[in-house]
């Protein structure tokens, strides 16, 4: 059995006046008696308050306000296992009232319930609200939401877990059933994480790309792209655009040269032919020049640099070179081990004052870290005289490229001074339609750069189909994981085990009082994704009645606590009840012995010596075997 049992020993109420109240309660059956307004709901909502409500005290919610004035805290001890421990609330008290304190260690609310479910040994996880790929976030599996099925309020009596969700209420059943961790593992909630991101990115991807489509065809002509954009598309567009331009430049050429053919005289055409020979190697020239020129300036920049760090690394041999001179002196006084004086000893000239070895008779090898540090110096200088006249050499290139380029710029202009005529006479009748060529030729040169800056951003489009490959890589070993996981767990047996318990409790029953139960026996049904309580065929909040509703989640109680006992299971054992006096128009009171006999023949039993159930109720007459607490004092309005 791995089921650690929770329960309470005493709960105390101390007055603002001073003074306390307390009740006492053992493992087993505890019925905490009294005629109505004898405070019994007060008592619960108290330990409710001190099992982690978040509240700022315990009566929050009740009309009457001077009950929170009139207590300013409350505790319990109890026992966890074979741990008892108090805790406490002080909602008076600066500061204390989002507080759960422990053994006098304060904790958060949240804190607390962390620290409850660790004690219990039940795992603390996340589970999906609906949907797991709805992209919401999955909340905690509180310590509160099991508390809901551990503790029957006295107001909520139509449902499992009043007003609880339907999956959280599956998460709670799952966990007492010791499912959950197997189920909502965190392979699990990974591979939801990775799913939705895969998701996300390919609708960013699908978005991106059509508004890369829309984009592009309101940038680039017509005929660039005929279809959606892609690479290929952008290829096809970028040839058919050079294509184009290679007609183009050909138009002008020979536009150009019919025109130069009619307007300049035979004599001249020749010499025009030769000068735009001329103008043209000139040009290329100069750009030979001015590259090689740049380049040679920036070799000069590293020499310099060079040169800088081989200055800067001489000065500071120097600088060791000086200090060693005037540390060469210095002697040691104190011993580096212990750190006392170091007194001179009668012993061999020759041998070291402090370590007492025998020093080496060759003279020279005092000297010999002085010369290698001078050597270092001379390599340094050496390569210093180098670095000097490698500069002088790259410098006087660099002034020989400038003058190259200034000359070649001089013989350009005087080119174009002698070309002018003859451009001027040409212009003057292709002008128009060379301009238009040209114009076309810019247009295409512009289209050609948007096709560029497509290019650019149909890589983001790729980095997203990576990022999305990227992540399916990680998501194939965890389906597999999962799957075998899911396939590991047996939810029919889970449910029969809840089922057999609530059966066994309305058998109960009619064995007590025949006919007590006329329905068929109920059956549970739970999967991943589902949890179902049944009569016959029928959802049970359907089929039953008002009696028969408080039977049936008086059997649900009991069918959680039967979990108990079983191996795996995290249901800690406690169930409290507040019992209605009156339940949907029905006085239950001369039921009361009836519904409550099954929970204490079932604690009675070996395996459940250290499960308790508190339960209320008016009179309990006749009850052999629970733990009475009576209530006499009734409070009037």
């Avoid at 029957?152 to 499912?179: H, K, M, N």
């Avoid at 965190?186 to 990775?194: F, H, I, P, R």
């Avoid at 070309?419 to 040409?426: D, G, M, N, T, Y």
Wanted: proline content about 4%; glycine content about 8%.
């Amino acid at each position: 059995m791995t089921t650690i049992f929770f329960s309470i020993l005493s709960l105390n109420r101390r007055f603002t006046t001073g003074g306390n109240e307390r009740l006492f309660f053992e493992e087993g059956v505890n019925l905490l008696v009294g005629s109505p307004n004898t405070g019994k709901t007060k008592w619960l909502q108290t330990l409710d308050y001190l099992l982690g409500d978040p509240g700022p005290d315990p009566f929050e919610d009740d009309e009457d306000e001077g009950l929170a004035l009139k207590y300013d805290a409350a505790s319990a001890q109890i026992r966890i296992g074979e741990q008892t421990f108090w805790i406490s609330r002080r909602w008076k008290e600066p500061g204390g009232k989002g507080k759960v304190y422990v053994d006098q260690e304060p904790m958060l609310a949240r804190e607390f319930q962390h620290w409850l479910l660790d004690k219990l040994g039940i795992p603390l996880l996340n589970f999906p609200k609906g949907n797991p790929m709805s992209g919401q976030t999955w909340p905690e599996l509180s310590f509160r939401m099991l508390l809901r099925h551990i503790y029957r309020r006295q107001g909520f009596w139509t449902d499992l877990a009043d007003r609880q969700p339907e999956a959280e209420q599956l998460a709670c059943v799952l966990q007492f059933s010791g499912l959950a961790e197997h189920i909502f593992s965190s392979d699990y909630g990974t591979l939801v994480e990775y799913k939705l991101q895969v998701e996300k990115l390919k609708l960013q991807r699908e978005n991106y790309a059509a508004a890369l489509n829309q984009l592009s065809r309101e940038l680039l002509a017509d005929g660039d792209i005929q279809l959606d954009v892609s690479a290929a598309t952008i290829a096809a567009a970028k040839t058919r655009l050079e294509d184009h331009r290679t007609r183009l430049l050909q138009e002008r050429d020979a536009l150009l040269s019919t025109t130069a053919d009619t307007v300049l005289p035979a004599g001249q055409r020749s010499r025009v032919a030769e000068l735009g020979v001329l103008r043209a190697t000139t040009s290329v020239g100069i750009e030979e020049i001015s590259r090689r020129q740049k380049e040679a300036a920036e070799r000069l920049g590293e020499v310099e640099r060079y040169r800088l760090d081989l200055t800067e690394e001489i000065e500071r041999m120097d600088r060791a070179a000086d200090a060693g001179a005037i540390l060469a002196d210095l002697r040691i006084t104190h011993c580096p081990a212990c750190d006392q004086t170091v007194k001179p000893t009668i012993g061999h000239s020759h041998d070291c004052f402090l370590c007492h070895q025998h020093l080496p008779a060759d003279p020279m090898i005092e000297g010999m870290g002085t010369a290698r540090l001078r050597f270092e110096r001379n390599r340094l200088v050496g390569e210093l005289a180098e670095a000097d006249e490698l500069l002088a050499m790259i410098g006087r290139e660099v002034e020989k490229l400038a003058a190259d380029v200034a000359a070649a710029e001089i013989e350009l202009r005087a080119i174009d001074r002698e070309l002018a005529p003859a451009r001027s006479a040409v212009a003057a009748l292709a002008q128009d339609n060379v301009s238009a060529i040209d114009l076309m030729l810019g247009q295409i040169n512009e289209r050609d750069r948007q096709l560029d800056r497509v290019i650019e951003a149909l890589g983001v489009g790729l980095e997203i189909t990576r990022e999305i490959a990227k992540l399916e890589k990680l998501i194939a070993p965890l389906e597999i994981s999962v799957a075998e996981s899911t396939r590991a767990i047996d939810f029919d047996i889970a449910a029969e085990q809840l089922e057999v318990g609530m059966n066994a409790y309305l058998e109960t029953l009619n064995q007590l009082q025949p006919q007590t139960w006329r329905h068929n026996p109920v059956r549970v049904e739970l999967s991943g994704r589902a949890f179902r309580v049944l009569v016959g065929r029928r959802i049970w909040s359907k089929a039953l009645g008002g009696t028969d509703s408080l039977y049936f989640l008086m059997a649900y109680h009991y069918g959680l606590l039967t979990l108990s006992t079983i191996k795996g299971c995290h249901y800690p054992g406690l169930v409290i009840i507040d019992v209605p006096g009156d339940f949907l128009g029905e006085k239950i009171g001369d039921k009361e012995n009836f519904i409550v006999q099954p929970f204490i023949d079932l604690l009675g039993s070996e395996d459940y010596a250290r499960a308790q159930v508190i339960m209320t109720g008016a009179s309990f007459e006749g009850l052999d075997g629970a733990h009475f607490q009576r209530l006499t004092h009734v409070h009037i309005a």
